[in-house]
Structures are given as C-alpha cells and as structure tokens.
C-alpha cells in the first residue's frame, strides 16, 4: 500500500510539474495573440492612411488614371 501511495505522489507531482508548463505556455501564447492583434491593428491603421493620401493625391493631379484613353500602341 506505501508503494502504491509513493508511486500515486510521484504521478501527481508530474502532473503538477507538466500543469505549470501547460499553463506557462498559455500565457505566452495569450500574450504573442496580444501582440499581434496590436500590430494587426497598427497595420490596418497605417494601410487605411496610405489608402486616403492616395486617394487624395488622386484629387490633387485633377484626373484619374483609369479616364485617360489608351495608348496608341493599344
């Protein structure tokens, strides 16, 4: 019976020490998830920026591209 109760602690030991690293590995996990929606968001920012100067630059040059006839070589 003390063998089995022994062998039973060591189990529960092990699980108690692959738990912490289940729980470690979560917490990196939720804080690289964090991070990335960060800059997910920064980039989103910045492409919806990019999108408005060029729309306005568009604006500024008073004609768009796509109006313009073809080439000649068309």
Known sequence: MN???AMFEQRLDEMEVKLTFIDEAVQALTTAD???SQRIAALERALRDLR???ASMRVAQGSDAHDEPPPPHY
């Open 34 to 36: 964090a991070d990335q």
């Open 52 to 54: 408005g100067e060029m």
């Open 3 to 5: 063998d089995q109760r």
